[in-house]
């Protein structure tokens, strides 16, 4: 089987591209040396290299940020998938497997299930979930088969990005000051990249049929439990309890669909937090 993989040099795509190298003939690019904007390009690529698989990974990144630059993330999330998606289907290749986003999901402490009503709170999310819409058109119109992942936050050290560990650490490290939002009684979940990895190698072998949506979840926590356990873990750090809500909210998925597939989660929080440790202290 011969796959390609877009944002293979990005924090996701590395380690997926760790994974796949063991069992699979992969093609690895990412927006520097294939701008997935570039229609004429991608089919080109497509073309010249016949691949049975995508596995779709590159995206602007930051949710925050795209409020501030909505065209950037609309172009590369949606108009990329698309020209992805058009390249396939001249090209003879019907199977794609593409990361999406919890954020589609609305704030709130009810479990998400993969059926729910859609709510974009920002042009990144906007940018998610036309891709899901569209990729859903390809397997309904064009006999595509897809599945679309829709993680929680991905976290590891090497995202330096909307990734609170690691801001807490670097936090703490710098000032002994760790910075909790509201009461820091909302509650999130941590995904490391190998994990999401482990699902995306077991469903290519599954060979998997017509359009999928999968939560993945794991390490389900209150924010300020988690803050805590980076403090203990750490020895050191005093909490700094900010009045705003920015950022203190809800969001938990259901994960019952995914785990009917034999997958589960390897690292937990622990396991997490202290490979950001490490990697803050070695920087």
């Not at 940020?65 to 998606?85: A, M, Q």
């Not at 999901?105 to 729910?116: C, L, M």
Request: aromatic share 10%.
């Amino acid at each position: 089987m011969k796959i390609l993989l877009t944002g293979a040099n990005g924090f996701l795509g590395k380690s997926v591209s760790k994974k796949l190298n063991k069992f699979y003939k992969i093609k690895k690019t990412d927006l520097n040396n294939l701008d997935i904007t570039k229609k004429n390009k991608i089919n080109s690529y497509l073309k010249k290299y016949k691949f049975d698989l995508v596995v779709h990974c590159a995206a602007a990144k930051g949710s925050v940020d795209s409020i501030k630059n909505p065209e950037t993330y609309v172009n590369t999330n949606f108009l990329g998938t698309y020209n992805i998606l058009e390249a396939m289907r001249l090209n003879g290749c019907k199977k794609i497997i593409f990361i999406s986003s919890s954020g589609l999901y609305k704030n709130g402490n009810n479990i998400k299930n993969e059926n729910d009503d859609i709510f974009c709170k920002n042009p990144y999310a906007l940018g998610k979930f036309l891709s899901e819409e569209t990729i859903k058109h390809y397997c309904n119109i064009y006999n595509f088969n897809a599945i679309c992942i829709r993680p929680n936050l991905i976290s590891g050290y090497g995202l330096f990005k909307d990734n609170l560990i690691y801001d807490v650490v670097k936090s703490i490290k710098k000032n002994n000051i760790a910075e909790v939002y509201g009461n820091g009684k909302h509650i999130r979940e941590f995904t490391h990249p190998d994990d999401i990895s482990d699902f995306i190698l077991k469903i290519i072998k599954v060979k998997f049929k017509g359009f999928q949506i999968f939560n993945l979840t794991s390490n389900r926590t209150q924010i300020i439990k988690l803050i805590n356990k980076i403090i203990r873990i750490m020895e050191t750090g005093n909490l700094k309890f900010l009045k705003t809500k920015k950022q203190a909210f809800s969001l938990v998925l259901n994960d019952k669909k995914i785990k009917k597939t034999g997958w589960k989660p390897k690292k937990n929080l622990d396991f997490i937090i202290k490979e950001i440790i490490s990697g803050v202290n070695n920087e």
